[in-house]
């Protein structure tokens, strides 16, 4: 019995090393050098945003070497997870191999995650520590003592209790931001899935009585800028391992789409400005820019929309890419 | 022989157009017909009460039942918390499960989900699967289960008591159809795979209960 428990430890530990000789060959020594332009301030909230992770395999592995190399210029604390954290099952074994090893040098300096569950993920996922959900599978969280609240959704699972918490929480946060994160995009171009709009008929009345701010979601595998809705921006970044080539479609919603490569984001929120970039797996800015936040908005009884982005030329800053 | 052939190509053409009008009725399912029990109509007359309401009421009462027994299950089970080796968490979920499996060895299909309360269901959850928006609702059901390029998901198997299959992904329960639904405790949950309703212990991850085709 304690022999074949040293041997299932050998074989870990053996797997964990060849994991990580893996990913050393995989990966170029040098990495071709990001041009970061976001404005670096000091005493600004810094954190990324990545999007259906959990596969292991090498694009998780390049955008994780990237999201570490970016770290040298742009020292982020946090990562937002957009959820899909562990594809085709929850061992230990895939613990380790779609989470805590790519993102080793980063757990190593001290960066925390923040998950949120994608239709992928057991729900169980919340009491893994490292994910910082605190046994819940929606909680909110204020890095340091900036203005700004987070608040992860499970939008897997959006009954009328989590829509009280969010309603309460939202009402007391208090907070200048507001910036709400999870897995189904409420608005969306992509072929595949498209705009969640039975989510959206519930979660948007509550974004737009308290003014919330920016939405990041993912489950579509690729990054998409939807143009401010109801003064709000969305982001879609779900392409962190996975990616569906060519399936943003044609739409109105569409501000800047990318569908050829694996990405990841950069934020940086400073006074009434959250700036971002977008990185692809070699490092390129596929997209780039600030959102303004006008005012501090009140609710409202009737649930009239507040602007709380400007409108024309409020995401500005320059594209690349598609 | 060329009258045979215009004949066969007018009828080919009147099947050609008449098939549309034929599917589009097929989409349109009647509303299931209330099914209460004689014994659920004569409590309802000799407490004055609606008879609905009474089917409501013993869903909450079987499902408070099922929570006894999970209670139970846990106050005996490692507990499930928070920690940084994710093994715990698999160790606690599958013990837990064992021991609700073990009290609930004779537990059988619509124990918790009668045949009155399934017609119920299915009733409560027709208005919002139907029409256009409702079209929409039973895409987003259908794409988180059989999404492009994640591969076939394990067959979830219909059975009391079985594990839901480790990697496949859980579908989105839709918050239209939630909010139509008699609220859960935090540990249990609706899944709805395929046209099949799955009330799922997420804590134990086992099958406490289902109803075949809840959708139409």
Known sequence: ?322 | MKVIRSFGVIALACATLAAPAAAQKKAAPKPPKPQISDATRQKAADTNANPEALVLVNFQKRVDAYMAIHKAAAKDSLPIKQTSNPAEIKAAQEALGAKIRAARADAKPGEILTPEIRNKFRRLMYPVVQGTAGRETKEELNEDIHERDEGIPKKVPLKVNATYPEGNPLPTTPPNVLLNLPKLPEELEYRILDKNLILRDVQANIIVDFIPNAIQ
């Open chain 1, 1 to 322: 019995m304690h022999r074949s428990f040293q041997a299932v430890i050998m074989r870990r530990s053996f797997s964990s090393a060849l994991l990580l000789l893996v990913l050393a060959l995989a990966m170029p020594a040098a990495l071709p050098a990001q041009n970061l332009t976001l404005p670096m301030r000091q005493g600004s909230v810094k954190f990324a945003v990545i999007g259906d992770t959990g596969t292991g395999d090498n694009h998780q592995l390049a955008i994780a070497k990237q999201l570490t190399s970016s770290r040298a210029t742009f020292p982020f604390d946090f990562v937002i997870m957009m959820g899909d954290n562990l594809y085709g099952g929850n061992s230990a074994k895939d613990y380790d191999k779609k989470f805590a090893l790519p993102y080793k040098p980063l757990l190593d300096g001290g960066v925390k995650f923040y998950a949120s569950l994608g239709n992928h993920d057991d729900p169980s996922e919340r009491f893994y520590k490292l994910f910082n959900m605190n046994g819940e599978r929606y909680y909110s969280f204020k890095p340091g003592n900036a203005s700004v609240r987070f608040f992860a959704l499970d939008s897997n699972y959006m009954d009328d209790k989590q829509l009280k918490w969010l309603d309460d929480q939202l009402a007391a946060s208090g907070s200048d931001w507001k910036i709400c994160f999870f897995h189904h995009p409420p608005y969306s171009s992509g072929e595949a899935h498209g705009s969640d709009t039975t989510l959206r008929d519930q979660v948007e009345p509550v974004f737009v009585k308290y003014g919330v701010n920016v939405v990041f979601t993912g489950h579509e595998h690729f990054y998409e800028r939807i143009k401010p809705q109801k003064g709000i921006a969305y982001f879609i970044a779900g392409s962190s391992a996975k990616l569906r080539e060519g399936n943003i479609g044609s739409s109105d919603l569409e501000a800047k789409g990318f569908d050829q490569g694996y990405t990841f984001m950069l934020v940086e929120i400073t006074g009434d400005d959250m700036y971002y970039q977008t990185l692809s797996e070699t490092g390129k800015t596929i997209d780039s820019g600030s959102v303004h936040r006008v005012g501090k908005v009140e609710p409202t009884p009737n649930r009239t929309a507040q602007p709380v982005v400007a409108t024309g030329g409020a995401t500005k800053g320059q594209t690349t890419g598609k």
